[in-house]
């Protein structure tokens, strides 16, 4: 009798990777949880108002949501007897005034001695860093949930009146950022790994709330140090960047954060108002906001220095409207240094590791919204 069809998530791409590995599809794997936030209403109304920072009661039952629907995805996978549960991704819904937390990846099968494992990113990600010597032990997050507060209201507005950077918001946005990189590393020692690769950061509205989320792969490598006062390292290099480094004998150590809120006083206000109707550079603001850019870059600077770092490398710079004339200047990289023992496992990658997929299903008439991800990538 003919067996019954495996599902995967997986692409054609993603199926050659986990092949070379030793994997083969087996399925698709989800845990859900659905959680009542009808006490944030009362949470959001105290903090109305109040200078920014985290809110701990709105972090701890986001957290909570995404545990229970991860562990309940992990069971999942236990019952499928699968060895593996590859690209997880997790979602956050609203769902008739409540939200689902959702987790999805597919199952893959390998060896009778390949221990139970989940990874971020997909499979062809995966595939680098496994070649790189990284081996995936789990799926790993931290969050935090804050209040920008006074930042958009009365304080903020005078503040503004100021131009230059606003510390105390600089501060606050610095502490809340590194927060949740400090509980993705605290999750990763719980699972006996070295080191966070391919961490990715979302920041979203919610509830009235901003959250800023991290997630990667706990995975373990030989060459790291791996006593137990050592934090994990971190990494935000996409699975070919970290390869690539891997062959060239880096290893990475640690994902390193900077931002910086800025006032733009008046030349944010009525002046540039005025000066935009007329054409040309508008000499002050560009100045200013080359002075915020180099305020981060500074700062990262500092801190790669601090822990030995040789180079840091994939920085990537973002800028945000806070409102009443007030901007973040938000910087990330990874800061490296060459270590003994690094090396690949093959001279090179195949084309399918790096090969990026493309959609075949388009969008229609019908108002069908298509989702950027698939199950298991």
Same mark, same amino acid.
């Given at each position: 009798?003919?067996?019954?069809?495996?599902?995967?998530?997986?692409?054609? &791409?993603?199926?050659?990777?986990?092949?070379?590995?030793?994997?083969?599809?087996?399925?698709?794997?989800?845990?859900? /949880?659905?959680?009542?936030?009808?006490?944030?209403?009362?949470?959001?109304?105290?903090?109305?108002?109040?200078?920014?920072?985290?809110?701990?009661?709105?972090?701890?039952?986001?957290?909570?949501?995404?545990?229970?629907?991860?562990?309940?995805?992990?069971?999942?996978? +236990?019952? %499928?007897?699968?060895?593996?549960?590859?690209?997880?991704?997790?979602?956050?819904?609203?769902?008739?005034?409540?939200?689902?937390?959702?987790?999805?990846?597919?199952?893959?099968?390998?060896?009778?001695?390949?221990?139970?494992?989940?990874?971020?990113? +997909?499979?062809?990600?995966?595939?680098?860093?496994? +070649?790189?010597?990284?081996?995936?032990?789990?799926?790993?997050?931290? &969050?935090?949930?804050?209040?920008?507060?006074?930042?958009?209201?009365?304080?903020?507005?005078?503040?503004?009146?100021?131009?230059?950077?606003?510390?105390? =918001?600089?501060?606050?946005?610095?502490?809340?950022?590194?927060?949740?990189? +400090?509980?993705?590393?605290?999750?990763?020692?719980?699972?006996?790994?070295?080191?966070?690769?391919?961490?990715?950061?979302?920041?979203?509205? =919610?509830?009235? =709330?901003?959250?800023?989320?991290?997630?990667?792969?706990?995975?373990?490598?030989?060459?790291?140090?791996?006593?137990?006062?050592?934090?994990?390292?971190?990494?935000?290099?996409?699975?070919?960047?970290?390869?690539?480094?891997?062959?060239?004998?880096?290893?990475?150590?640690?994902?390193?954060?900077?931002?910086?809120?800025?006032?733009?006083?008046?030349?944010?206000?009525?002046?540039?108002? =005025?000066?935009?109707?007329?054409?040309? %550079?508008?000499?002050?603001?560009?100045?200013?906001?080359?002075?915020?850019?180099?305020?981060?870059?500074?700062?990262? &600077?500092?801190?790669?220095?601090?822990?030995?770092?040789?180079?840091?490398?994939?920085?990537?710079?973002?800028?945000?409207?806070?409102?009443?004339?007030?901007?973040?200047?938000?910087?990330?990289?990874?800061?490296?240094?060459?270590?003994?023992?690094?090396?690949?496992?093959?001279?090179?990658?195949?084309?399918?590791?790096?090969?990026?997929?493309?959609?075949?299903?388009?969008?229609?008439?019908?108002?069908?919204?298509?989702? /950027?991800?698939?199950?298991?990538?």
């Amino acid at each position: 009798m003919q067996s019954a069809p495996k599902l995967t998530g997986l692409s054609g &791409n993603e199926i050659y990777c986990m092949r070379l590995k030793g994997l083969i599809p087996s399925g698709v794997v989800i845990g859900n /949880s659905i959680q009542s936030m009808g006490f944030l209403g009362g949470v959001r109304s105290a903090f109305r108002g109040i200078v920014g920072g985290e809110i701990p009661d709105v972090t701890q039952m986001i957290h909570e949501g995404r545990a229970a629907a991860f562990k309940r995805m992990r069971a999942e996978a +236990d019952r %499928e007897q699968v060895h593996g549960v590859v690209g997880v991704t997790s979602e956050l819904r609203g769902l008739s005034g409540n939200s689902e937390f959702l987790f999805v990846g597919s199952g893959v099968r390998g060896g009778p001695d390949t221990a139970l494992f989940t990874s971020a990113g +997909d499979a062809q990600e995966l595939y680098c860093h496994m +070649d790189a010597g990284y081996d995936p032990k789990e799926f790993v997050f931290g &969050n935090i949930a804050y209040s920008v507060g006074a930042v958009g209201g009365i304080a903020g507005t005078l503040k503004t009146l100021v131009r230059g950077e606003i510390k105390e =918001f600089s501060d606050v946005f610095n502490e809340t950022r590194h927060h949740a990189l +400090d509980r993705l590393v605290t999750h990763a020692q719980a699972v006996g790994a070295n080191a966070v690769v391919g961490v990715r950061t979302n920041v979203l509205h =919610f509830a009235g =709330f901003h959250e800023m989320y991290m997630a990667g792969t706990a995975a373990f490598h030989g060459s790291l140090p791996s006593e137990t006062h050592s934090a994990p390292v971190t990494s935000d290099l996409t699975g070919e960047e970290l390869w690539g480094m891997t062959q060239l004998g880096y290893a990475p150590i640690k994902l390193l954060i900077s931002t910086s809120v800025y006032s733009l006083g008046a030349i944010g206000g009525i002046r540039a108002a =005025f000066q935009s109707l007329v054409r040309g %550079e508008l000499g002050d603001l560009t100045a200013l906001i080359y002075e915020a850019r180099e305020q981060v870059f500074d700062r990262l &600077n500092r801190e790669a220095t601090a822990l030995g770092g040789e180079e840091v490398v994939g920085i990537k710079t973002y800028i945000v409207e806070l409102g009443s004339s007030l901007v973040e200047i938000f910087a990330v990289g990874t800061a490296v240094r060459k270590l003994q023992g690094m090396t690949v496992k093959t001279a090179a990658l195949p084309a399918q590791a790096i090969i990026r997929d493309k959609d075949t299903w388009v969008n229609g008439a019908s108002g069908l919204e298509i989702q /950027s991800f698939r199950a298991g990538g």
